[in-house]
């Protein structure tokens, strides 16, 4: 039997793009069952945007600013991510809460890694606000998005420890590595094995793909 095509991954990112360094590193072998086909940004100038060059995976951006309405930059980019036809999109550090048509459009199939154990600590400042309160563990969290602010369905969780002399930049690193190693597992098995979300509860099968 020949093996099925390989998964279509869209990789959305803001910053440094080392979860998808990850994602583009894991795909390189056929087994993973999946492959980055595009990369989008928010910005220009990103390392991510060059980690994805670099790799020779196409790229294209949306900047909030130059659309005359928030419901205008959701509807680019939510074309711009369909052109790639993507069997799962995949928020990785994009700084960006999406509109209603990208819901309408990938809901179903749109994923975020958020540095922090949710429900705890949500938002864009995770390992800040975890070392602020004083947690002992923290983490990260892999989940389905939904239309609030990292409220949707989770599919796995890491936990970290929170060390004495820890800074936002030590944990975040830490989180960092746990992180994207989750991501990287969990993203294959979605895409080989398939699931199902019944009431928040999010199964991975077990058959292959
Ligand atoms: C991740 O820790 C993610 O949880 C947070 O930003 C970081 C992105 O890192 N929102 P990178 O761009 O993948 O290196």
């Given at each position: 039997?020949?093996?099925?095509?390989?998964?279509?991954?869209?990789?959305?990112?803001?910053?440094?793009?080392?979860?998808?360094?990850?994602?583009?590193?894991?795909?390189?072998?056929?087994?993973?069952?999946?492959k980055v086909v595009a990369v989008g940004a928010d910005r220009d100038g990103i390392?991510?945007?060059?980690?994805?060059?670099?790799?020779?995976?196409?790229?294209?951006?949306?900047?909030?600013?130059?659309?005359?309405?928030?419901?205008?930059?959701?509807?680019?980019?939510?074309?711009?991510?369909?052109?790639?036809?993507?069997?799962?999109?995949?928020?990785?550090?994009?700084?960006?809460?999406?509109?209603?048509?990208?819901?309408?459009?990938?809901?179903?199939?749109?994923?975020?890694?958020?540095?922090?154990?949710?429900?705890?600590?949500?938002?864009?400042?995770?390992?800040?606000?975890?070392?602020?309160?004083?947690?002992?563990?923290?983490?990260?969290?892999?989940?389905?998005?939904?239309?609030?602010?990292?409220?949707?369905?989770?599919?796995?969780?890491?936990?970290?420890?929170?060390?004495?002399?820890?800074?936002?930049?030590t944990l975040s690193e830490r989180i960092k590595v746990a992180e994207r190693a989750?991501?990287?597992e969990h993203v294959g098995r979605l895409v080989r094995e398939g699931w199902t979300?019944?009431?928040?509860?999010?199964?991975?099968?077990?058959?292959?793909?």
């Amino acid at each position: 039997m020949t093996d099925p095509a390989p998964a279509r991954l869209v990789v959305l990112v803001s910053g440094s793009g080392s979860n998808l360094q990850e994602l583009l590193d894991a795909s390189a072998d056929p087994a993973y069952g999946a492959k980055v086909v595009a990369v989008g940004a928010d910005r220009d100038g990103i390392a991510g945007l060059d980690r994805a060059a670099a790799a020779g995976v196409p790229t294209f951006v949306a900047k909030l600013k130059e659309f005359a309405t928030r419901d205008d930059w959701d509807a680019a980019l939510t074309a711009l991510v369909a052109e790639h036809k993507p069997d799962l999109v995949i928020s990785a550090g994009f700084l960006k809460l999406v509109g209603p048509a990208f819901l309408a459009a990938f809901g179903d199939r749109y994923i975020n890694t958020h540095n922090a154990l949710l429900p705890s600590f949500p938002g864009i400042h995770g390992p800040r606000d975890a070392l602020a309160y004083g947690v002992k563990i923290t983490g990260a969290t892999l989940f389905f998005v939904d239309a609030g602010v990292d409220t949707g369905p989770i599919i796995a969780q890491v936990s970290v420890p929170v060390l004495d002399d820890d800074t936002e930049e030590t944990l975040s690193e830490r989180i960092k590595v746990a992180e994207r190693a989750q991501l990287v597992e969990h993203v294959g098995r979605l895409v080989r094995e398939g699931w199902t979300i019944a009431e928040r509860k999010v199964r991975i099968h077990e058959r292959q793909r």
